[in-house]
């Protein structure tokens, strides 16, 4: 499930066995993660804005990633991501948010399924 408010759903996504679920901008994101706790062993995917990256707006970019990086806390079975972003979105951009994710987590930043 991609998009929309899915933590009104969230007791029936998990009653799956999920290893992976994603937590989209539409949702109350804190709730999700509250929910979450319970289930540290699924990897939740925090889903930025994408009209966010989509401005170009470098501080408001920054701001939306440790909006997200806060949400998610210590938790370890957590990433980053910003859903469908718009085709007209500056690549740079989404290079310099991915560099500033890098940057602040210490770490390697995954660019999507399957990349290397």
Known sequence: ????????????????????????????????????QAHPEIMVRMSMNPQVIASGNLPDIFRE????????????????????IPFETDPQVVLKAQEYVRERCKGPVSRGEGAK
């Open 1 to 36: 499930v991609i998009g929309g408010n899915t933590c009104p759903i969230l007791d029936s996504l998990l009653s799956t066995g999920p290893g992976y679920l994603i937590c989209p901008p539409e949702t109350d994101q804190k709730a999700f993660l509250e929910k979450l």
């Open 65 to 84: 990633v440790e909006r997200l990086l806060a949400l998610i806390g210590s938790r370890k079975n957590a990433c980053l991501g910003a859903g469908v």
